[in-house]
């Protein structure tokens, strides 16, 4: 849990708790759009140690898609078009979600290779 904790508090992460086998963070609050954690409201790291230690991670972007929503509504407005809105809302949140997704799969791996690390195993390539 400390590499987790580590990475947080370098990605300007709140942790609101901390647990043996879990942390629940807030998303930065940090005014650069290029901080990964800026568009999650929170996200939950889990060890689960069932047959295999198994690293859960679960994340939330509600508000993301809420201000997609809305620019979609105000731009499907203010064009008087629907398929405009739709595509501000598709365009918005999809694709921010998107790179959110592929930054956050990157910061994953950085993790689970870092504790493979400490473990005494070989990261995977």
Not at 21 to 32: D, F, V
Not at 57 to 79: C, D, E, H, P, Q
Request: proline share 2%; net charge negative; aromatic share 10%.
């Amino acid at each position: 849990m400390k590499v987790i904790e580590t990475v947080l508090k370098e990605k300007k992460g709140n942790i609101i708790h901390q647990g043996d086998s879990e942390i629940t963070y807030k998303g930065t609050s940090s005014l650069w759009k290029t901080n990964i954690l800026q568009p999650v409201d929170k996200g939950t790291f889990k060890i689960d140690e069932a047959e295999t230690t198994v690293l859960k991670y679960k994340i939330s972007f509600s508000n993301l898609f809420g201000f997609a929503t809305i620019a979609g509504l105000f731009f499907g407005v203010i064009s008087q078009e629907v398929w405009t809105g739709i595509t501000a809302f598709g365009w918005l949140g999809g694709m921010n979600w998107v790179i959110a997704l592929v930054r956050h799969n990157s910061m994953l791996t950085e993790i689970v290779d870092e504790i493979d690390l400490q473990i005494g195993n070989k990261p995977n390539d």
